[in-house]
């Protein structure tokens, strides 16, 4: 079945940039989705389709896929983005959809 | 707005049954495909089951294949998952989802409830 790797944490400073992988086999091919998680809440959409944001995310979430890595970037960091970041994607030789296995950003 | 409201989550013991509903709101239940997704304590997600917008294709993630079955009632705006053997392992908060697209596969989740908790232990 197909892997997705994430690193357990990222630690950036407010106001630099956080960015946050996910690595899985050829994931250049496929559309890759995130996801943040705060504490006690349920996940919210933030890039879809590598690039895309959906209606209220801030600019500052972007996304980019290449190789087998894709990358989730925060730009001018805040407290706010403290979370936990999901990748997914689909699967298309098991049917299956895919969780990455999760990545704590913490802002110091 | 869309709403998605779990219920039916408790505790239960190991080799018996359950049933989660998830009563939505605000959209076109029918136009969209639906999922469930888990979330063991203190773990990752987990993607569960998905069910396209009629009902006519159902799709299993492989720890509970065989064991819970997903479906939909349309005339009441409403998803069900059917957890038959459960084990402590499916303990987690189990969350309803929307994907965006009716057919739900290659896709992803633009609206997620707020979760019930399913709790396995004798």
């Known amino acids: 079945s197909y892997v997705l790797t994430q690193p357990p944490s990222v630690s950036v400073a407010p106001g630099q940039t956080a960015r946050v992988t996910c690595g899985g086999d050829n994931i250049e091919y496929k559309s890759v989705h995130w996801y943040q998680q705060k504490p006690g809440q349920a996940p919210v959409l933030v890039v879809h389709?590598?690039?895309d944001r959906p209606s209220g995310i801030p600019e500052r979430f972007s996304g980019s896929n290449s190789g087998n890595t894709a990358t989730l970037t925060i730009s001018r960091v805040e407290a706010g983005d403290e979370a936990e970041y999901y990748c997914?994607?689909?699967?298309?030789?098991?049917?299956?959809?895919?969780f990455g296995t999760g990545t704590k950003v913490t802002v110091l | 707005q869309v709403q998605l409201v779990e219920s039916g989550g408790g505790v239960v013991q190991p080799g018996t049954s359950l049933r989660l509903s998830c009563a939505a709101s605000g959209f076109t239940f029918s136009r969209f495909g639906l999922h469930w997704v888990r979330q063991a304590p203190g773990k990752g997600l987990e993607w569960v089951a998905l069910?396209?917008?009629?009902?006519?294709?159902?799709y299993y993630a492989d720890s509970v294949k065989g064991r819970f079955s997903i479906s939909r009632d349309n005339s009441k705006d409403t998803l069900y998952l059917e957890m038959n053997s459960l084990r402590p392992e499916d303990t987690a908060l189990y969350y309803c989802a929307r994907d965006v697209r009716a057919l739900g596969t290659y896709s992803y989740f633009d609206h997620w409830g707020q979760g019930a908790l399913v709790t396995v232990s004798s």
């Open positions: 389709d590598v690039t």
């Open positions: 069910t396209s917008y009629d009902g006519g294709n159902k």
């Open positions: 997914q994607v689909w699967d298309s030789s098991s049917d299956h959809f895919v």
